[in-house]
């Protein structure tokens, strides 16, 4: 099994601070993370790999300091790394990522899957796992959480829908996106931070994987964010308080009352 | 596509079907379809992929809004499979080159939307809440909450053709019915070599409990003041009596006393019911992500500064033990009379 692990490192949630002036997003000063979802697909890859042997691969696009979730990933047990990195990538939407990753991919010669996270948590658009597809012709199955057998030439898989899971049988090569389901994330070992330390991690740019420069980056992105803005809360929380045994007879009346204006009862 | 922007025109849906019916993300996708079209001063076509689509559903189509319903029906189309449902679409958008596309953010339309933005080198906005039409230049507005629902963006894809988006599900109402409304409905042959898949659908296995909590009008969630396994009863008594699907936090999942398709967050599903009742819920920011575009919030909590009530509608600061029998049985009344 040759398995090429497309992971973001994304700004970890919690922290999001948005610059009210300007309407952009504060990235200084905000801890990067492996996008939590990749950690599911990374994890699924590695175990594949312990069963049948071969290698796991995690790419990244992105800035120089995006190296740091590529370590993270080998510290996980991922084999090696390759990071993306070229000033022509930047302000790529999900066409323009997705071409990158499929031309970087090519370049990476034969290989049996390609697994993502379903989606990042900044984007959050789950759109460049079928978008690599596409680029590179393959089945892509997306909302994976169960990889149920795996041979040379297919595997099969559930994924899950909106009431229940499918069970598919997938000819390889093909592109998966993983959910949380699928697997438990291992931690770094201490043998694998060792290796991460140490490991060269190769800086593919434009010229490398023989990209078009058409359609790298913002000039590549067919789509543009006009605006970013907070949501307004219009929510007025009419609070009651009912510690004690006495009011929680009146303070469920209330509720009662409030679901039935609402036409909830 | 970039230099013929001009010959693009029509608002087109994916309705989507499911057993040979169609399914209310098709009708939601109408009642947006239609405000664009009439924004834009062109006409809606629902285009639809299947196999013996009861004939009734299609009129429906129509009846609510399309002025015009594109099918292709083949055993191979009964099912969502990517690579065939992507060869038909990418057919219809070259011989009819509409200038908007939309489909439902569902694991299809997630699925099947970027594979054929790619090949047909169009913009493709994820999961929107907001769509409108920018009046001076007549493309798409595309608003959708972006990092976890922290903030939103609108976008807007200036060049290309078709602008393509998926909505949101349960993020506006579904079209109704209207008297008098005709409509043409146009049944397209696929070719053979369209209907090849690298995928083979072998098996389904619906949710045992059939919860939907995708679907519910009404969501009873909870989270980890419930405090053990058992008490996971409670939740149940009361889901029933509001007629609602179950959803929980993650620390309910992770400690295994609901599954994962429950899980509503950032990790979980992402849901806007008409009511979301919070139990014991904190509230942190991956958890509000997946809820907090529900259109009425309700929390209940012990502790009174928990975040969950910042996003609620009403609140009781009490203890979900003392609260939960009461009110179940209280709607139960309430019901009955
Ligand atoms: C990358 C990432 C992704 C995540 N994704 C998700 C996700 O998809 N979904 C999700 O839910 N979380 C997610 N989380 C976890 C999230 O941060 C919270 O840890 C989680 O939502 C907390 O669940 P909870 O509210 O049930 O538990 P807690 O935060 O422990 O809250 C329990 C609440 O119950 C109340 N309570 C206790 N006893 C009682 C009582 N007797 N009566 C009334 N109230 C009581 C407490 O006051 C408290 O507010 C994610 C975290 C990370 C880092
Ligand atoms: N810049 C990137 N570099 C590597 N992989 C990415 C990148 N962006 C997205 N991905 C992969 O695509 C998945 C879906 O991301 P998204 O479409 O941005 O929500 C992620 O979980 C990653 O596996």
Redesign the pocket.
């Known amino acids: 099994m040759r398995i090429i692990v497309p992971i973001k490192q994304v700004p970890e949630?919690n922290t999001v601070k948005m610059d009210e002036n300007t309407g952009t997003i504060i990235r200084d000063g905000v801890e990067s993370i492996i996008n939590?979802l990749d950690l599911y697909a990374i994890e699924i890859a590695i175990q594949l790999r312990q069963q049948h042997g071969g290698e796991v691969i995690a790419i990244s696009m992105g800035p120089p300091k995006a190296v740091t979730a590529l370590r993270e990933a080998i510290a996980m047990g991922c084999d090696s790394a390759v990071l993306l990195s070229d000033k022509a990538f930047a302000g790529a939407d999900t066409w323009a990522t997705s071409y990158v990753l499929a031309k970087a991919i090519e370049r990476m010669g034969s290989y049996d899957m390609v697994i993502c996270g379903e989606r990042a948590?900044d984007g959050d658009t789950g759109q460049v796992g079928p978008g690599i597809a596409s680029f590179l012709d393959l089945p892509v199955a997306s909302y994976i959480g169960k990889v149920e057998q795996v041979d040379k030439k297919s595997c099969r898989l559930h994924r899950l829908v909106e009431n229940g899971h499918e069970v598919l049988d997938v000819e390889l090569p093909a592109v998966l996106t993983m959910v949380k389901e699928v697997a438990d994330p291992r931690l770094p070992t201490l043998g694998g931070k060792q290796r991460a330390k140490k490991i060269d991690i190769p800086v593919w740019t434009a010229n490398d994987i023989e990209a078009d420069l058409d359609k790298l980056g913002l000039t590549g992105s067919p789509t543009r964010v006009v605006r970013i803005f907070r949501p307004k809360v219009v929510r007025q929380c009419e609070k009651i308080t009912a510690m004690d045994d006495s009011i929680v007879d009146q303070a469920v009346d209330k509720l009662v009352v409030f679901l039935q204006k609402k036409d909830f009862i | 596509m970039t230099k013929n922007k001009h010959k693009h025109s029509g608002v087109w849906i994916l309705a989507e079907q499911a057993d040979g019916r169609v399914q209310r993300i098709s009708y939601e996708l109408l009642t947006r379809g239609r405000d664009l079209a009439d924004k834009r001063g062109t006409d809606l076509t629902a285009m639809i992929f299947g196999n013996d689509i009861n004939a009734e559903d299609l009129q429906e189509l129509i009846n609510c809004g399309a002025d015009r319903v594109v099918t292709m029906e083949e055993a191979k189309l009964e099912h969502f499979l990517v690579e065939p449902y992507a060869a038909c679409m990418l057919k219809i958008i070259e011989d009819y080159q509409p200038e908007i596309v939309i489909a439902g953010a569902t694991s299809t339309g997630r699925t099947l939307m970027p594979y054929v933005a790619i090949k047909a080198n169009a913009g493709l906005t994820a999961d929107c809440t907001v769509l409108d039409i920018e009046e001076e230049t007549g493309n798409l507005l595309q608003t959708r909450p972006a990092i976890g629902g922290n903030i939103l963006a609108t976008i807007k894809t200036p060049q290309h053709r078709p602008q393509m988006a998926t909505v949101r599900p349960h993020s506006t109402k579904p079209a109704v019915k209207q008297d008098g409304r005709t409509g043409e409905i146009v049944r397209l042959k696929a070719p053979a070599k369209y209907l090849k898949s690298r995928i083979n659908r072998v098996d389904f296995i619906p949710d045992e409990s059939e919860h939907g909590l995708q679907d519910a009008d009404v969501v009873v969630a909870v989270?980890?003041?419930i405090?053990k396994s058992e008490n996971i009863s409670l939740i149940k008594s009361l889901a029933k009596e509001l007629d609602a699907a179950i959803g929980a936090?993650?620390?309910?999942v992770d400690r295994g006393w609901l599954s994962y398709p429950y899980?509503?967050?950032?990790?979980?599903k992402t849901i806007s019911p008409k009511l979301y009742l919070a139990v014991?819920?904190?509230?942190?920011i991956?958890?509000l992500a997946?809820m907090q575009t529900s259109e009425t919030i309700v929390a209940?909590?012990?502790?009174p500064d928990?975040q969950i009530f910042n996003v609620a509608d009403f609140g009781i600061v009490?203890?979900?033990?003392q609260i939960l029998p009461v009110l179940s049985e209280r709607i139960k009344q309430a019901r009955s009379e």
């Open positions: 949630t939590p948590t | 989270g980890r003041g405090k936090s993650r620390d309910v899980q509503v967050g950032l990790s979980g014991a819920i904190s509230g942190a991956q958890h997946g209940i909590n012990s502790d928990a009490a203890d979900v033990f």
